[in-house]
């Protein structure tokens, strides 16, 4: 093997190494991505770095993104400087200047990151977060109950007619 693939457009690629620089890929898995100024639908790989990029989806074992978005992602090591991801799933995240919507992750180091929801096992650092492990656990909680009130109220009414 040890194959590598310089990357312009393309709709599905598949090698070793991808360097991805100012084009689009629909599909690509490779052991290691390597995206620059590009965006790609989907990426699967070992090791994947994005440099003021995007993407749609991308799953590997490390993630390191600067000044880049994707909407799911999902690692063991991620590490995101002034970047934004939507969902992210990761064993240990590491979060500098950057934006969340829901983080899951065993271990949170974070540094003036914010996030929507935060669920994490640690957390080192400062991150804003509207609701944390704790509060989320709450919300679901008293979203059951009011799902159960409304359904027994539902239920009660009908037997009434």
Do not use: C, F, Y
Not at 44 to 63: D, H, L, P, T, Y
Not at 104 to 129: C, R
Request: net charge negative.
């Amino acid at each position: 093997m040890g194959a590598e693939l310089p990357v312009a457009d393309a709709e599905e690629v598949s090698a070793e190494v991808i360097h991805l620089e100012g084009g689009r890929i629909g599909r690509v898995e490779a052991e290691t991505v390597n995206i620059d100024q590009g965006g790609a639908n989907s990426v699967k790989a070992g090791q994947v770095e994005m440099q003021r990029s995007a993407a749609v989806q991308v799953n590997a074992e490390r993630i390191h993104m600067q000044q880049s978005a994707t909407v799911a992602l999902r690692g063991q090591e991620l590490v995101l400087e002034q970047s934004g991801v939507a969902l992210a799933m990761a064993d240990q995240a590491h979060l500098q200047g950057s934006r969340a919507g829901v983080l899951a992750g065993g271990t949170v180091h974070s540094q003036d990151s914010k996030s929507i929801i935060l669920l994490a096992g640690e957390v080192h650092g400062n991150v804003e977060t509207i609701l944390d492990t704790r509060g989320a656990l709450i919300a679901g909680m008293a979203a059951g109950m009011s799902a159960g009130v409304l359904l027994l109220l539902g239920t009660l009414l009908r037997r009434r007619r």
